[in-house]
């Protein structure tokens, strides 16, 4: 089991920035690419952007492309989401999401992940 919590969330202005944070906890960070995730209310939950084991390459939903990076510290077990010029319609519940070895499917897709987190809440305001 990975156990995986969120933080660093809240409130921001437009135009505003946030860094969220994800640490792990349980078994070995580096065997699992890690991914992250938004759902806004009313919305499925929608691919953000997903970093490989060693943090060498990193994709990104086109939305967030040039705003937002996402990197990992395998050492401390984190995974982290920059985020910059942010908008009101990035208001969300953003969660990061751990993938195994073994699993089949694209990084893109929810179903890839075998673990989660609680979430965090970001609102942009206007």
């Known amino acids: 089991q990975v156990q995986l919590v969120e933080s660093g969330g809240g409130l921001v202005q437009a135009g505003g920035s946030l860094r969220l944070s994800c640490t792990a906890s349980?078994?070995?960070?580096?065997?699992?690419?890690m991914g992250w995730f938004r759902q806004a209310p009313g919305k499925e939950r929608d691919f953000i952007a997903t970093i490989t084991r060693s943090g060498g390459s990193t994709n990104y939903v086109d939305s967030v492309k040039g705003r937002f990076t996402i990197s990992r510290d395998n050492a401390k077990n984190t995974v982290y989401l920059q985020m910059n010029s942010l908008k009101p319609e990035d208001t969300a519940v953003y969660y990061c999401?751990?993938?195994?070895?073994?699993?089949?499917?694209?990084?893109?897709?929810?179903?890839?992940?075998?673990?989660w987190g609680q979430g965090t809440q970001v609102t942009v305001s206007s």
């Open positions: 999401a751990a993938a195994g070895y073994y699993g089949s499917g694209s990084y893109y897709s929810e179903r890839r992940y075998d673990y």
């Open positions: 349980g078994r070995t960070f580096s065997n699992y690419a």
